[in-house]
C-alpha cells in the first residue's frame, strides 16, 4: 500500500485499488498488522501490514492526510485496475536454462543423425531464437498499437536531467495513477507526446508519424523473417539433407 497526494493505492493480487482520501471515514488498527480503513458509505477494507511498528506508523500518517472534508460517494469513488503478471527473475532464469538445454540436446540430435551437421546446425540456431524473440516483440507490440487505438490517453513528457544539468535521454510523465513513468527518445526537444494505457502505463509509446510506425514494423518483420528463414534453413532442414 502506498500514501500519495489525496489518495491511496493498494496494490494486492494482481489488482490495483485507489482510494481517494477524502471517501475514508475514519482508519483504526485491526490488530497488531492491520489495518481497518472505514469508507463514508460504511463500506469497509482491511490491509494487513508487514509488522506492528510499521503498521502503526502508517497508520499515523494516514490519519493526519485525511482531509477535513469528507466526501458521501464512498465506495463509488473506487478504482481497481488489474495488474499485469510479474515476470520474476527466477522465471527467466528457469527460461534461459531450458532453452539452453534444448537446444543442446537439439544439436547432439541433429548429430547423431548426420555427423558433419551439428556445426550447422549449432550456428543456425543463433538466427532462429533470434527471429523467434523478434517475431514475439513484434507480436507484443502489435497487441500495445491495438489497445492504444481503442484506449489510449496522450500526454506530454518532458525531459529529465542529470544533478550537473546534462540531458538524459528519457522523459517522464505522470499517468492517471499518480505515478511517474519513463520513456526513452532520441529526440532533443524538451518534450514529447506519449501514447499510454490508463489501465496498464507501462503500455506506452511516442506518437509520431504513420508513415514512420508502417516503416519500422515492416522492417521489423523483414529482418524477423529474414531470420526466421535463415534458422530453419540450417537447423531444422540441413541434418536431413
Not at 497508520?59 to 485525511?66: E, M, Q
Not at 464512498?74 to 532453452?99: N, Y
Not at 539452453?100 to 537439439?106: E, H, V
Amino acid at each position: 500500500m502506498t500514501l500519495r497526494s489525496e489518495r491511496l493505492t493498494i496494490d494486492r493480487d494482481r489488482t490495483c485499488t485507489t482510494i481517494p482520501l477524502a471517501v475514508v471515514q475514519e482508519v483504526r488498527q485491526d490488530g497488531d498488522t492491520a489495518l481497518r480503513i472505514v469508507l463514508t458509505d460504511g463500506v469497509a477494507h482491511r490491509i494487513e501490514g508487514a509488522n506492528a511498528t510499521a503498521t502503526g506508523a502508517f497508520l499515523s500518517a494516514l490519519n493526519d492526510a485525511l482531509p477535513a472534508e469528507r466526501d458521501p460517494a464512498g465506495s463509488a469513488s473506487v478504482t481497481v485496475e488489474s495488474l499485469p503478471p510479474e515476470i520474476r527473475m527466477w522465471q527467466v532464469v528457469l527460461g534461459i536454462v531450458a532453452a539452453l538445454l534444448l537446444c543442446a540436446g537439439y544439436v547432439a540430435w541433429a548429430g547423431s543423425h548426420k555427423a558433419d551437421s551439428w556445426p550447422v546446425v549449432a550456428i543456425a540456431l543463433l538466427p532462429l531464437l533470434a527471429g523467434l524473440l523478434g517475431a514475439v516483440l513484434l507480436v507484443i507490440s502489435a497487441r500495445g498499437r491495438v489497445i492504444l487505438a481503442h484506449r489510449g490517453l496522450t500526454v506530454r513528457a518532458v525531459r529529465e536531467y542529470f544533478p550537473n544539468g546534462k540531458k538524459k535521454g528519457s522523459y517522464v510523465f505522470t499517468a492517471t495513477n499518480g505515478q511517474e513513468y519513463r520513456q526513452w527518445s532520441g529526440r532533443s526537444t524538451e518534450g514529447i507526446h506519449i501514447v499510454y494505457d490508463p489501465q496498464n502505463p507501462n503500455v506506452k509509446v511516442q506518437r509520431g508519424p504513420l508513415t514512420l510506425t508502417v516503416l519500422q514494423y515492416f522492417l521489423g518483420v523483414a529482418v524477423t523473417a529474414g531470420l526466421l528463414w535463415l534458422g530453419v534453413a540450417g537447423a531444422i532442414v540441413s541434418p536431413f539433407f
